[in-house]
């Protein structure tokens, strides 16, 4: 099993920037991919970036270029900076991690969910 927290969520204005971050623990011995999903009220749950255990990077087009996706095996935690944001990022952003260490953009191939962490952006 693996668990995940993230943190960092909140509330920021058009064009502004946070920066989320995934603590995994657990059976995290294994190489593992990672990655970032958002769901905002009455809509899917969507791909927003994922990295492979030697960080390769995928984006989804809606974020391509206003985020990055990081991570840092030596402490089991991956990143996502979102810089520009916009008032349509608003959503609850979730981390998954995948028994596989290649990247995934569906969220059926990712095995292990954290609780979710809010993210606003007003106009």
């Known amino acids: 099993q693996v668990q995940l927290v993230e943190s960092g969520g909140g509330l920021v204005q058009a064009g502004g920037s946070l920066r989320l971050s995934c603590a995994a623990s657990?059976?995290?011995?294994?190489?593992?991919?990672m990655g970032w999903f958002r769901q905002a009220p009455v809509k899917e749950r969507e791909f927003v970036a994922a990295?492979?255990?030697?960080?390769?990077?995928n984006y989804a087009d809606s974020v391509k270029g206003r985020f990055t996706i990081s991570r840092d095996n030596t402490k089991n935690t991956v990143y996502l900076q979102m810089n520009s944001l916009k008032p349509e990022d608003t959503a609850v952003y979730y981390c998954?991690?995948?028994?596989?260490?290649?990247?995934?953009?569906?969220?059926?191939?990712?095995?292990?969910w954290g609780q979710g962490t809010q993210v606003t952006v007003s106009s």
């Open positions: 998954a991690a995948r028994g596989r260490p290649t990247i995934a953009r569906g969220a059926y191939e990712y095995n292990y």
């Open positions: 990295i492979s255990w030697s960080s390769s990077t």
């Open positions: 657990g059976r995290t011995s294994s190489p593992y991919a």
